[in-house]
């Protein structure tokens, strides 16, 4: 990818109410290819994505893809949440790569590098020119953000789901405003973000919830995972499922500093249950739990769309 001039927006358009979004640059290139094939060996549910920024100005402490940013020569911590590469012929490279023979028009995920609704697709209407060329190819496609920009789009994303198998995901780890506040500081409040799951999912766009990362003695009481699920299922989510935080090399510099200073005291145990990059036994646990107390608050909706998650 070449990068070519910066651009600096003072003030850019943002939903988040957290962390000033001032001086955020953003750095313009034009991608060779937009569709990337994920490595055979991941254990992804999707083979191919589509990221038409690298970086993420909601700067969530824990994301999974600040190291991403080292492959550009940035750092994984302020670069990551203030230097925002925008691949600015997104939509129309990726018209083109439709249209090549050789594609087999195989299902294609958004949201798992960078948020596709970051404040930058306010200015920029990247996401919502691919959201365009997806439907009118007829590609089927998946988008998972923590925003509710994606409802501006809802008259392209209605448009492809009557030509295509379209399926959303709004991530939301905690409805507890403090912990949000302190851990995803320039997300959009997690109010607004039920409120897109509704909206979507009333447009018959089908959207679940993605309880992530749920971050063990912040956000992993039972009390308040059935507040999250009470909400999300309000909502009419049509899928729930929690992601225990991962915390991968070049994650966790950034991740535990955050940590000494927000709660101290939970220092010493995610060092022991973070010895690797998972703590699965504990993952599995929360799993179960979510599940149960979907039961117990009436299940999810019956339909088709439930047992789609592609992101
Ligand atoms: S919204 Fe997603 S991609 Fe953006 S910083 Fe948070 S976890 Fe990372």
């Known amino acids: ?17 957290g962390r000033s979004l001032h001086d955020v640059e953003y750095i313009h290139t034009r991608a060779k290819r937009i569709v990337n094939r994920v490595p055979e060996a991941s254990r992804m ?14 700067a969530c ?16 911590g302020e670069d990551f949440e203030r230097r925002i590469v925008v691949k600015v012929n997104a939509a129309e490279k990726l018209r083109r790569e439709l249209r090549d023979p050789r594609w087999g028009g195989d299902h294609i995920a958004m949201g798992t590098n960078t948020d ?5 697709e306010g200015r920029y209407k990247l996401t919502r020119g691919i959201v365009e060329a997806l439907g009118e190819a007829g590609n089927e496609f998946s988008i998972l953000t923590k925003s509710p920009m994606i409802v501006r789009d809802l008259d392209v994303l209605v448009a492809a ?14 409805v507890d ?5 302190a851990s995803e500081p320039g997300t959009p409040p997690p109010r607004q973000r039920l409120e897109a799951v509704r909206r979507l999912n009333e447009a018959g766009i089908p959207c679940g919830v993605l309880i992530a990362p749920v971050l063990p003695g912040i956000s992993d009481d039972p009390a308040q995972l059935e507040t999250v ?10 899928s729930v499922a929690p992601i225990l935080l991962h915390l991968r090399p070049g994650v966790r510099e950034v991740f535990m500093p955050w940590l000494a200073e927000y709660r101290p005291d939970l220092v010493p145990r995610y060092r022991r249950l973070y010895a690797g990059s998972y703590a699965s036994a504990a993952g599995a646990r929360m799993s179960q739990l979510v599940q149960e107390l979907v039961r117990e608050h009436g299940g999810l909706p019956v339909g088709p769309s439930r047992t789609r998650l592609a992101a």
């Open 116 to 120: 596709p609704y970051q404040p930058a």
């Open 161 to 174: 789901a009557e030509r295509t198998h379209v399926r959303c995901n709004l991530s939301i780890g905690t």
């Open 45 to 58: 549910p999707f083979r191919f994505t589509i990221n038409a920024y690298r970086g993420c100005a909601h």
């Open 177 to 181: 405003d403090e912990v949000w506040r």
């Open 229 to 238: 699920v009470e909400a999300v299922l309000a909502a009419g989510a049509v």
């Open 61 to 76: 402490t824990y994301c999974f893809a600040r190291p991403t940013h080292e492959f550009l020569g940035m750092n994984a």
């Open 1 to 17: 990818m070449d990068i070519e001039q910066p651009t600096l927006f003072p003030e850019p358009d943002g939903w988040g109410d």
